[in-house]
């Protein structure tokens, strides 16, 4: 299974990129799909997430700014991200839940992920 990012770039803050995601129909139709964000010497984040019932959750950091969708069509989600902070450099990967425990314990399938840069 692959999952392929693209869309990262350089921006100002206060501006805006949109995040792809495309990956096997299987997944995107059977699995919980999110995106996680790194950037170097922070803790990541999953951002958001969608979920198989179309449903989606939002890391407080970026309610309000950021949006996790799908395309049924191409096998592809997005990750409309607006106002965007003056954070440096992040990296953002696609992930597919793969497993789930009795615990809420996940795995994830990740991409290599893309790389956005904000700068103030």
């Known amino acids: 299974v692959q999952l392929v990012e693209s869309g990262g770039g350089l921006v100002q803050a206060g501006g805006s990129l949109r995040l792809s995601c495309t990956t096997s129909e299987s997944t995107f139709t059977n699995n919980n799909m999110a995106w996680y964000r790194q950037a170097p010497g922070n803790q990541g984040e999953l951002v958001a997430e969608?979920?198989?019932?179309?449903?989606?959750t939002y890391a407080d950091s970026v309610r309000g700014r950021f949006s996790i969708y799908r395309d049924n069509n191409r096998n592809a989600m997005y990750l409309q991200m607006n106002n965007l902070k003056p954070e440096g450099t992040v990296v953002y990967c696609c992930v597919a839940e793969i497993e789930r425990d009795e615990v809420d314990s996940r795995w994830w399938r990740w991409g290599q992920g893309t790389q956005a840069t904000v700068s103030s």
């Open positions: 969608t979920n198989g019932d179309r449903s989606t």
